[in-house]
DNA sequence: GACAAAATAGGACAATTGACCTATTTCTTT
DNA sequence: AAAGAAATAGGTCAATTGTCCTATTTTGTC
């Protein structure tokens, strides 16, 4: 089975790749880590950009699926967004230790000048897309891929620093005033 | 002259820590940035690790000497704590190319499980402790202390962002909006 | 000016890296 | 069952890495 292997493949070289980095994760890493030689690991993916395109497409995949979940489960954009905001604390842990993927994973291509930098950035499009829409079906209209694009931001803020500080107080203090901003926002729209 | 010539060595790897990525930079790189000979080099410092320790401790040094300016220029506690917001469009250029320095060398040093971690945290630790000075003078009391986190997340969120998109614009704007939030809680304060 | 110490140059080292190649095995299709 | 294709294993290669060593030059001190 071809896809069963490179799909192992790319599941681990995704994780291995949060956790230690791009360029700190050799092909060596993630074979062993597998459980293949390098030659076979060679014959799924020629180069290490090629595994990088494969690991961004399926974080692509696993994210659009992941927000499509969410715009299916319930019906209020609000707590939408506020699902969103939560995901800090549910993945809190990882968060803490190795920072948040998307943002991580695109400041590290970022700073190597590589050419997938641009396709690590579309995954932060696709949640300002997905928080746009919500801003939107909310009344926003034109202001609400300005809203998206400061939750995103304040959400990348919260993850950089609960990460330097190990500090998961901070995070949930923040996903409370976030919560809260979204709140004054609505309401505010409603005069 | 030992001095000259290892202040030089530092300031080049500030740099290109900063530009690249402490990693994705050797020692090579940044001996013929300064223009010596690796034995050279390797007299001053012996491990890729004391580099990065003196690389620390001289943004540490120079971080505290530029807040110890602004707390000399001006007497507004709020007028300094816009100085800080400033940084961002003052920097926007390079932090649209690399990020913040302090964030994005945090992020890989944790990523990387490195034992100087803490020590790149120490740098937000020297923002966050003069923010907290400023809105205790303010009259923020204990409150103080989770506002210098507040703002010096969302100004790292920020560079994230600008950095990830490479938009101006959006940095502008959201250090707009951190004016506007600290305008707010200081209007909040005085009822 | 002699001499010890510091600074500099350049080479050598083992280890690791991404990349490539060629066999062998396994699977699929007929 | 045979044949071709796909998958796997394991070895090789040049290049780069951090580290270390030994000469040579420069500097500072008496």
Redesign the interface.
């Known amino acids: 089975m071809a896809t069963a292997t490179r799909d192992r493949i790319l599941e681990t070289a995704d994780l291995l790749f949060y ?3 791009f ?2 994760t050799s092909f060596a890493d993630i074979a062993s880590a597998v459980g293949i030689s390098r030659g076979n690991f060679y014959h799924h993916f020629k180069t290490k950009d090629d595994i990088l395109d494969g690991v961004i497409n399926r974080r692509l995949a696993n994210t659009e699926q992941m927000l499509d979940r969410w715009e299916i489960e319930g019906d209020d954009p609000a707590d939408r967004i506020r699902s969103f905001i939560h995901i800090l604390i549910f993945n809190g842990e990882k968060i803490r ?3 948040c993927p998307v ?2 994973l ?3 291509l ?3 000048n590589h050419a997938a930098q641009p396709n ?2 579309s995954l ?1 499009t696709l949640f300002r897309n997905w928080l746009r829409r919500q801003f939107e079906r909310l009344g926003f209209a034109d202001k609400s891929d ?1 809203l998206a ?2 939750i ?7 993850a ?2 609960a ?3 190990n500090d998961d107080a ?1 995070l949930r ?2 996903v409370d ?1 976030m919560c809260a901003w979204l709140d004054d926002q609505i309401g505010l729209l409603r005069h």
Chains 1, 2 share one sequence.
Do not use: Y
């Open positions: 956790q230690q980095g360029e700190a230790k190795f920072g943002g991580t695109s400041s590290e970022a700073k190597l690590a950035a932060f300005e694009m400061h995103l931001g304040r959400s990348q803020g919260v950089t620093l990460n330097a500080f901070f203090r923040e005033l």
